[in-house]
């Protein structure tokens, strides 16, 4: 929205990057977010006709939370709805200092309408609600201080919780230690900032500089108290070049997904669902609304990727195959197909099992017993190219658990053929 429209409608001409409909205006009323100016609201036709100017919404309560002088603007990375009232707004606030804040608007009870931006009711209240702002030191620091630059990327909110997905800010280096970033959860029956930091945050930050910054949140459309975050970026080293290069950084990590199965007191790695390649930057996340079995991730400059619920890492989504085709130098696959040893090994009662595929590939995986029988058909399908993993679960093909014992497993992608063993301790 720059150019034409900005100069008819009062935008200015900024990187816009976010807007969300007004849940009591959903055809027409418009929150816009653009970097260094604020947050705008007008209303806007179907056809693309600017119903009404946009008007910077000021406000005394949204200045005295998140101040506008230099190096402390209003700049925001996510605008969204409570799912549960039409008229409380969460506002992720990055550089130069992150941040959520709850806005509840304000409406003309007889009409059911908005009230204008220039109403002193347009927003009744302000509250910040996670401060997400990290010094080096590991302490919290206060909207004003525009040395702290925890950046909150991601907001997901649930009928309990407001969760944050934070990544180090733009100042990194500080007394040789990375600000820090990751996961926060906030109670939205709290009547504070009572919130928590559920991965990373000023504990796992020190002279290691172990900084885990999350991107994407979604919440499992199956299951609602299940929580996924991905991460954006795992690692970094303080220490930099006079290029302003990182040198010995461990950012060769695999872009690791987390789950929680209670509403988010605890978040848990999963080991099956990660995929080795530099820089993810995985800066969102969703599940796809029509096979809710799967979740798509893009990346800042590393392509799109995919992850399937529990049968494997995040692959890389495959370019068009005349790009395909002259892309043999795919620093992303692997060099050639195999089939690792499971892990754990021995195991109880669940297990991992890896395989590379260079190229994609009808992949038949399946478990037999030592005498040759087979128990159970993990995989029987067409796959995509990538560095990929399956669960067996110590189950045959009737969900019947097998006992103790010796377990051969055998892959055959393509004419690639591989046979492994592992062993079942009950």
Request: hydrophobic share 35%; net charge positive.
């Amino acid at each position: 929205m720059t150019g034409g429209i900005s100069g008819s409608a009062g935008l200015p001409n900024g990187e816009i990057h976010d807007f969300t409909f007004d849940k009591r205006s959903p055809k027409k009323g418009l929150f816009v977010a653009v970097r260094y100016y604020g947050i705008y609201y007008g209303t806007v036709e179907t056809n693309g006709t600017v119903s009404s100017t946009f008007v910077k919404i000021t406000d005394t309560n949204l200045t005295a939370k998140i101040p506008s002088g230099a190096g402390q603007h209003h700049n925001y990375s996510r605008l969204e709805f409570d799912p549960d009232s039409s008229d409380i707004l969460y506002l992720a606030r990055h550089w130069p200092a992150g941040g959520v804040f709850r806005i509840r608007l304000g409406f003309n009870a007889s009409t059911g309408q908005r009230l204008a931006v220039s109403s002193s009711d347009f927003i009744k209240s302000v509250d910040e609600v996670i401060t997400a702002r990290v010094d080096a030191l590991g302490s919290e620091r206060s909207p004003r201080d525009s040395t702290a630059a925890s950046d909150v990327i991601n907001l997901l909110i649930t009928k309990e919780h407001v969760f944050a997905g934070v990544t180090c800010g733009d100042t990194i280096d500080v007394g040789g230690i990375n600000y820090c970033g990751g996961l926060v959860q906030w109670a939205k029956t709290a009547q504070s900032e009572n919130y928590f930091w559920r991965i990373g945050g000023p504990s796992s930050i020190g002279v290691t500089s172990k900084t885990i910054a999350i991107g994407g949140v979604a919440q499992d459309p199956f299951y609602p108290d299940t929580i996924f975050a991905v991460t954006h970026r795992f690692t970094l080293k303080a220490s930099r070049d006079a290029d302003q290069l990182y040198r010995g950084e461990e950012n060769y990590k695999p872009m690791h997904i987390w789950r929680s199965v209670n509403g988010g007191a605890t978040f848990n790695k999963l080991e099956y669902w990660q995929s080795e390649h530099r820089f993810p930057e995985a800066v969102t996340m969703a599940f796809f609304p029509d096979s809710p079995d799967s979740m798509i991730m893009p990346t800042h400059g590393n392509g799109i990727w995919i992850a399937a619920r529990y049968t494997g890492p995040p692959y890389i989504v495959p370019p068009p195959k005349a790009v395909a085709d002259t892309s043999q130098g795919n620093q992303n696959l692997p060099k050639r197909f195999a089939l690792h040893a499971n892990y754990p090994n021995p195991f109880n009662p669940t297990t991992v099992i890896k395989y590379d595929l260079p190229k994609a590939a009808h992949v038949t995986l399946t478990i037999y017993d030592v005498l040759g029988r087979k128990v159970r058909t993990l995989l029987d399908k067409d796959m995509l190219a990538g560095y990929q993993s399956i669960v067996w679960e110590g189950k045959d093909d009737r969900d019947v658990p097998v006992a103790s014992g010796i377990y051969l497993y055998r892959i055959q992608a393509a004419a690639f053929i591989k046979v492994k063993k592992m062993m079942l301790l009950r």
